[in-house]
């Protein structure tokens, strides 16, 4: 009996190594097909036009095509719901955005669990929003309209692409942060809000560089200052609003997630891929009118910094009773 026992057990070391050196043996082989890059918007925006560029660099390090499909609807939900669901190989990517930080204090029932339905697989790149006002404006500087919103609460008002966006919660974190009052004035789209700040219909905007960049070069509007923590290595002229409001910082930011599980080897393989496509000159092109500078490091700073994001999200969404579209 004893003879017996020890044999089997002999048995199933040998089972188990076999196993892990087969297991091994994939993951090094990592990736033998294309890989996808779900873009949880629709084609032709700013999270495409860089999840097309970056795919091209990743193809080309990791010897497989990478391919960008849109899955846009639900605010970036549809699409990342569907990786969340996907198999935990590698093989389906969702480049991240604001509003998967977002998202789980906005909606009530996600189809997903945020925090455990995906593995981080690293930061691609972040940048800051601008407020602008148009060029002839009272308003000058973050301590002009600080000054006014406190003499006038609620009469200067500031226009986003909706409720629960990007530039809608930049401006409630500045009035919570200022202590003063202003008006939100949400719309369906960045470009309809643009259309009514350069007609005169709101006072302001918490915009993307790209969306602005055109017109305060055609002296349309006036940059009073970027969201980020520090002035912009790419707007250095343009003063944080940090340097008045401090402690303020509101990013826009993007990463890959993998559905939870993806193994850690597939994961490091990943993350070398998007490290090496993010120094070529045509991604670094691309990031320039939009005002972003690459931000790629680890795995797990990159969880650590959603994370911290959502937690700053959830309360300020709590505090200001915030409902999405």
């Known amino acids: 009996m004893s003879y017996l ?49 970056l795919a091209v660099g990743m193809s080309q390090g990791l010897g497989q095509q990478v391919v960008v499909e849109n ?14 669901k996907s198999l935990p190989d590698g093989y389906t990517l969702v480049v991240a955005t604001f509003a998967h930080a977002a998202n789980p204090s906005l909606v009530t029932k996600l ?53 629960g966006t990007s530039a809608h919660l930049a401006g409630e974190m500045f009035e919570n942060m200022a202590q003063v009052k202003l008006m939100h004035v949400p719309y369906k789209g ?36 970027v969201s980020s923590p520090e002035r912009s290595p790419v707007m250095k002229a343009i003063p944080a609003i940090a340097e008045t409001i401090k402690g303020y910082s509101v990013e826009s930011w993007y990463g890959l997630f993998a559905p939870a599980g993806t193994p850690a080897e597939v994961i490091s393989k990943l993350n070398s891929a998007v490290k090496q496509a993010t120094q070529s000159v045509e991604f670094r092109g691309k990031l320039e009118p939009e005002g972003l500078v690459v931000s790629t490091g680890s795995a ?26």
């Open 5 to 53: 026992l020890k044999h089997i057990t002999k048995r199933r070391r040998v089972l188990f190594a076999t196993v892990l050196l087969s297991v091994c043996s994939v993951f090094a082989a990592f990736p033998e097909k294309p890989i996808k890059l779900v873009v949880p918007f629709a084609p032709g925006g700013g999270t495409d036009s860089i999840a097309r560029t």
């Open 71 to 84: 899955k846009a609807g639900g605010g970036t939900i549809i699409g990342t719901d569907a990786v969340a």
């Open 111 to 163: 189809p997903y669990d945020t925090e455990k339905a995906f593995s981080p697989v690293v930061m691609i790149a972040r940048g800051p929003n601008v407020l602008v006002v148009r060029a002839d404006s009272p308003i000058k500087s973050v301590k002009d309209l600080l000054d006014m919103a406190k003499a006038e609460p609620s009469k200067f008002s500031y226009a986003s692409q909706g409720n």
């Open 190 to 225: 960045a470009g309809p809000a643009m259309t009514d700040l350069l007609g005169g219909q709101v006072s302001m905007m918490f915009a993307t560089a790209a969306a602005v960049a055109p017109h305060i070069a055609a002296g349309k509007l006036r940059a009073l200052a």
């Open 300 to 325: 797990q700073e990159f969880d650590a910094y959603v994370k911290r994001e959502e937690s700053r999200w959830r309360k300020i969404v709590k505090e200001n009773n915030i409902k999405p579209d």
